[in-house]
């Protein structure tokens, strides 16, 4: 069984920034691939940025060159550095990782952009 346990989500004003961490509960290395996906209300979720084992990186058109999504694979996490955060980056985002056909999903966590 797969967990993924998000953090660092919180409420921050327009301008400002904020990590996300996912920890995995086993290697990440081990999944074809990780990546953040946001759900804002009466939304469909949605990709923000999916990092591969290789390393290789994507991202949304509406948050490039703002967020970065990072991997540290001795402590079997992955980051979401979100930077420039504007009003429509409010949603809840969810952890995500494919091993195969399988797909895993953490528990969301909120972000809020606020003045």
């Known amino acids: 069984q797969v967990q993924l346990v998000e953090s660092g989500g919180g409420l921050v004003q327009p301008g400002g920034s904020l990590r996300l961490s996912c920890a995995a509960s086993?290697?990440?290395?081990?999944?074809?691939?990780m990546g953040w996906y946001r759900q804002a209300p009466g939304k469909q979720r949605v990709l923000v940025a999916v990092?591969?084992?290789?390393?290789?990186?994507n991202y949304a058109d509406s948050v490039k060159g703002r967020f970065t999504i990072s991997g540290d694979n001795a402590k079997n996490t992955v980051y979401l550095q979100m930077n420039s955060l504007k009003p429509e980056d409010t949603a809840v985002y969810y952890c995500?990782?494919?091993?195969?056909?399988?797909?895993?999903w953490g528990q969301g966590t909120q972000v809020t952009v606020s003045s």
């Open positions: 990092i591969t084992s290789g390393g290789s990186t």
């Open positions: 995500n990782s494919v091993r195969g056909i399988f797909n895993y």
């Open positions: 086993g290697s990440i290395f081990s999944f074809n691939a």
